[in-house]
């Protein structure tokens, strides 16, 4: 097999992998729940749900040295099947004790191996056209989009595919340290060079380990499909912030395409980085915080003040997605925190009533704690900073301690 062939292989691999943990399984699950909102918010709700259930079950079971191909399924799958059938209220019991019944009679002969086949068959055959119908209303909902889709994914190949089918290398200089890192992730070593904010480091293990490719495969071929999500989640972000429906896809594609004139200003892109893997996640935040004031607002205007509400959703959304930036990289929270202070701005004649204050602020803190409580818990357990740690404190006046 040809290295080209290789790449490409691993490489659709990966991506299958990627959007089916982080895309494709929290959309099973809690399409019930979501479906009011538009395709693009409900994108960004799945893939922060999933990148955030995944890195931090990562980080859980490495600091309880349980983390292998197994336990990683196995608390993956069992959890998104159990929140499937409380969400959608589905019979387990009854299906338990009445498939119970039809190997009972299949055993004492009152019932055929056909029948039987029949009626899981049949069984299998309403969850498909249950699929199938949520398809054909997703494909209703963006088929105009397709046009643009094809567009925006042809600009993407045309600027990445010779990196992706020709380079061979890791593309940074520093990559082989963060190899370290994941291989120690590997052997249950959770910050073996030192506390580090590890959000990529825990993704591409996991897929590493899932998907039984290496490590230094995952980190060579994972810049694609970063710099993708990167323009995935822009795309969405204008799409559910802009009143036009089409100009957020001039806006994506140009960002792609600029780099065929600039270069330079992409050349970061094309290694797998954590400060880049976080930026992913800045403007999900954002999203979700802007979202949040626009359902706030409705839900007083019709006297709705109670904790479960749409509004304490999409905070919970953006106290992950903030979280993510600080699990990813420290220069990615700086930036997100930089553009929340601007929302707080436009929105400070609201921020500073008691029906928004509490909330926000709560969400705030959560979002830096869900961060922070890993480090915090190896950082006692008697794990030093990782070298970088000090001098990103140093920087906000921190003095350097032991």
Known sequence: ??????????????????????????????????????????????????????????QVLELAYLSCRGTLLLFTLVPAGVAAVRIYQIP???YGRKLVQELR?????????????HHRLREAKRFLCFIGRQLVRLLKEVWPDLVFLAVFLGVLWKVCWPGILNNWGFGASDLPVHNYWINGLIDNKLYIAGIYPMGMHCMLYY?????????????????????????????????????????????????????????????????????????????????F??????????????????????????????????????????????AAGILCLGIVVGYGYWIWRKEYLGRILLAGILSVLMAILP??????????????????MSLIGLREYT
Do not use: D
Request: charged share 10%.
């Open 207 to 287: 897929l590493s380990t899932v998907l039984c490719i290496p490590a230094y495969a995952v980190l060579r071929l994972f810049w694609l499909i970063q710099y993708s999500m990167i323009a995935a989640v822009l795309l969405a972000f204008l799409k559910g912030c802009c009143k036009s429906r089409f100009l957020p896809w001039l806006g994506v594609t140009g960002f792609v395409g600029l780099n065929c004139f600039n270069g330079i200003t992409y050349s970061r892109f094309g290694a797998t980085l954590p400060q880049e893997f976080g930026m992913i996640f800045i403007l999900p935040s954002l999203y």
């Open 92 to 94: 387990v019991g009854a």
């Open 105 to 117: 009679h299949f055993v004492l002969r009152e019932m055929g191996f056909r029948s039987f086949v």
């Open 289 to 334: 915080v802007v979202s949040f004031f626009r359902a706030r607002e409705a839900e007083l205007r019709v006297g709705v003040n109670r904790i479960r509400c749409t509004s304490t959703w999409l905070l919970l959304g953006f106290a992950m997605s903030f979280s993510l930036t600080l699990s990813s990289h420290f220069y990615s929270t700086m």
């Open 1 to 58: 097999m040809s290295m080209e062939m290789l790449n490409t292989l691993q490489f659709v691999e990966l991506l299958c992998g990627y959007l089916g943990c982080t895309v494709l399984l929290p959309a099973l699950v809690f399409y019930r729940k979501v479906k009011a909102f538009p395709a693009a918010g409900r994108f960004l709700i799945y893939f922060t749900i999933g990148n955030f259930y995944i890195i931090n079950l990562v």
């Open 375 to 392: 480090m915090a818990i190896a950082f006692l357990t008697g794990k030093n900073l990782e070298g970088s740690m000090y001098w990103a």
